[in-house]
C-alpha cells in the first residue's frame, strides 16, 4: 500500500485526506457569506447514511404522480372550492386538482370535457398555467417566493396528501424504486419509510368502550378496554387475516430492492386524528406487523398533531402505545412529537408531548422535537432525552414552512447544546420539493457544525437507526468505505481549486 502505514484501523493516507477535507470544509463555513454553491457541491457529494424521519407518499415528487396518472389513464380536473367564513367578505375560494379515478375512455361525455389526461398537462403550452397550478397544490411549490391564494402553512402542508393521495397507491414497488435511485444518487444507503398505514377492525361493543376513554379516565378504566380490545384482535380471524396481508404487500413492495449499497426497511403508523377505537386498533395491527416482519422495524403515529382530536387525545394515545409496548415488547418506536410552536395551540397544549413520548410510551427516538423549549421543566426534559439516549429526528425544512420555525429560532442548536443525539432528516421531500443532502446543506451552512461534528451526525443516522446490531454494523463499515472515497474525491478538488486570494482563502 506504497506510504500507507495504518494508524488504529485506518490507513494513514486516508487519515491525511481527512484532515484536508476537514481543514477545506471549515474554511468554506468559516466565511462570513460562505460560499453556498461551493458548500452545495460538497453537501451533494457528502455521504449521507440513512434518512429516517421518511414518508413514503410525501417524498415522492407530483411530476411523478402526475406520470402515474397518465399511466392509469386516470384525468385531472380542477374543482372550484369555497371555504366559507361567518360573512361572505371572508369566503375563500380556490381551486383543487382532484384526481379522476376512472379511466378516461370510460368517463361520460360531460366529464371528459373537463378533465384533462396527464399528457396534455405535460404537452400543451395552453396547459401551462394548470400544470404549474397543480404543482403549486400537489407540493410547497412557490409557497413561500410567489404570492397566491394561500391558505395557512401547516393547512397547504398537509392538504396535499389529499390530492396525490388519489394515485399515490399506484404502484409501491416501483414507487419505492424511484426513491431508492434519488437516494443512491445523493450518496444515501438506507431508508426508512412510512409506507402505509397499518389496518383496523371494528366491533361496535369494543369500540364503544375505548371512545369512552377521555384525559380524565382512570388507569384501571384504560386498562380495562385495552386489555378487552388486543385481546379480542388477537383471536379475530379477520383482524389477523388483514395484519397478515398488511405485511406480504409490505414485504412484496420491497422485493429485491436491497443490495450492497441501498437498505430499505419500514415503519407502519396510525392517524393521530382517528376516534380511540381506531388509533388503537390500527396501532394493534402495526405493532403485530412489526412483531412478525424484520422488514417493519418500528410503530409511528401521524398527522397535523395541532388538530383537535389529536390533542385531545394524545395523553391517551401515549398510554395505548405503552400499553402495546407491554405486549410486543421488542418492537420500536419512533413517535411524531412537539412538532408544534406557540401561537399554533394554546400554551398548555405545548407542555407535555415529548415528555409523554419518552415517559409514557417509550419511544426511542422523536420526530421533529421542536416545541421542546415550551414545555414543562424543558432543562429536565433534555436531561432526559440525554440519558435515555433518545435521538430527534429534525426536519429543518419541513418545520421552516408548517411552523415557521428556522434558523436561530430553531432547537436543533438546544439539542446540540445539550448532548441530545440528533439526526438529518427530509419528511417529506416531494411536498417540501427537497432532498437528504439539500437539509444537510442547511445544517452546515446555517449551523456551522465542525466537520468531526457532522461525520457525527451521519453516523448517527445508522447507530439510532431501527437496524438490527448486525445490519448496523454492515452499514456502518458500507459508510466508512463511502466516506473514504468522499475524502479521496474532496482531496482531489481542493487540488484543482484555484486560491481566491481576495478572501483570504486558499485551496487546502
Ligand atoms: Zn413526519
Not at 245 to 273: H, I, P
Not at 436 to 456: A, D, N, T, V
Request: proline letters at 4%; aromatic letters at 10%; hydrophobic letters at 40%.
Amino acid at each position: 500500500m506504497g506510504s500507507t502505514k495504518e494508524i488504529g484501523n485506518v490507513p494513514k493516507e486516508q487519515q491525511r485526506n481527512a484532515q484536508v477535507v476537514s481543514r477545506y470544509y471549515s474554511k468554506l463555513i468559516a466565511e462570513p457569506a460562505p460560499d453556498l454553491s461551493e458548500l452545495n457541491l460538497f453537501a451533494t457529494l457528502l455521504p449521507k447514511g440513512g434518512d429516517l424521519h421518511h414518508h413514503y407518499s410525501g417524498a415522492i415528487y407530483a411530476e411523478d404522480y402526475l406520470d402515474w396518472v397518465g399511466k392509469k389513464n386516470y384525468c385531472v380536473y380542477l374543482e372550484d372550492h369555497v371555504e366559507k367564513g361567518s360573512d361572505p367578505s371572508q369566503h375563500r375560494y380556490f381551486k383543487k386538482y382532484q384526481i379522476e379515478r376512472r379511466e378516461f375512455a370510460t368517463l361520460p361525455k360531460p366529464v371528459q370535457d373537463i378533465c384533462v389526461s396527464a399528457k396534455d398537462i405535460f404537452t400543451s403550452n395552453s396547459l401551462a398555467d394548470f400544470y404549474r397550478g397543480l404543482l403549486m397544490k400537489w407540493s410547497d411549490k412557490d409557497y413561500e417566493n410567489h404570492y397566491h391564494e394561500q391558505p395557512a402553512p401547516d393547512q397547504q402542508f398537509f392538504a396535499t396528501f389529499g390530492y396525490f393521495g388519489g394515485v399515490s397507491d399506484y404502484d409501491y414497488h416501483a414507487g419505492l424504486q424511484s426513491l431508492k435511485e434519488r437516494a443512491k444518487a445523493e450518496n444515501v444507503q438506507y431508508l426508512e419509510t412510512m409506507l402505509k398505514g397499518a389496518p383496523t377492525v371494528e366491533d361496535a361493543d369494543l369500540d364503544k368502550k375505548l371512545n369512552a376513554l377521555n384525559a380524565q379516565s382512570s388507569d384501571a378504566e384504560r386498562a380495562d378496554a385495552f386489555t378487552a380490545y388486543a385481546n379480542f384482535m388477537a383471536g379475530d380471524a379477520k383482524a389477523n387475516a388483514q395484519i397478515e396481508t398488511y405485511v406480504q404487500s409490505v414485504e412484496e413492495a420491497a422485493a429485491n430492492l436491497d443490495d450492497a449499497d441501498f437498505k430499505l426497511r419500514f415503519q407502519s403508523y396510525v392517524s393521530r386524528g382517528s376516534t380511540p377505537a381506531k388509533v388503537f386498533s390500527g396501532l394493534y395491527s402495526a405493532f403485530a406487523a412489526s412483531n412478525v416482519s424484520p422488514l417493519i422495524v418500528g410503530v409511528n403515529i401521524v398527522g397535523p398533531e395541532n388538530g383537535y382530536v389529536a390533542m385531545c387525545d394524545y395523553s391517551l394515545h401515549m398510554h395505548m402505545f405503552q400499553f402495546l409496548k407491554q405486549r410486543f415488547p421488542k418492537v420500536k418506536l419512533a413517535l411524531h412529537a412537539g412538532e408544534l410552536t406557540l401561537g399554533m395551540v394554546p400554551p398548555e397544549g405545548l407542555k407535555n408531548h415529548i415528555r409523554e413520548a419518552v415517559q409514557i410510551a417509550g419511544a426511542n427516538r422523536i420526530g421533529h422535537g421542536v416545541d421542546v423549549s415550551y414545555e414543562s421543566d424543558p432543562d429536565q426534559l433534555l436531561a432526559l432525552l440525554k440519558a435515555r439516549n433518545v435521538a430527534i429526528e429534525v426536519n429543518l425544512t419541513s418545520n421552516a414552512v408548517i411552523l415557521g420555525v428556522k434558523n436561530e429560532e430553531h432547537p436543533i442548536q438546544l439539542y446540540r447544546n445539550y448532548g441530545v443525539p440528533f439526526v438529518i432528516s427530509t419528511d417529506d421531500a416531494g411536498v417540501s420539493r427537497n432532498n437528504l443532502s439539500g437539509e444537510y446543506m442547511l445544517f452546515i451552512s446555517r449551523y456551522k457544525p465542525s466537520y468531526i461534528e457532522l461525520k457525527k451526525v451521519v453516523y448517527n443516522s445508522i447507530r439510532y437507526s431501527f437496524l438490527s446490531d448486525g445490519e448496523k454494523a454492515e452499514q456502518i463499515k458500507v459508510l466508512d468505505q463511502r466516506f473514504a472515497r468522499f475524502e479521496a474525491r474532496v482531496v482531489t478538488l481542493v487540488r484543482a481549486r484555484r486560491p481566491v486570494v481576495a478572501h483570504g482563502r486558499v485551496g487546502a
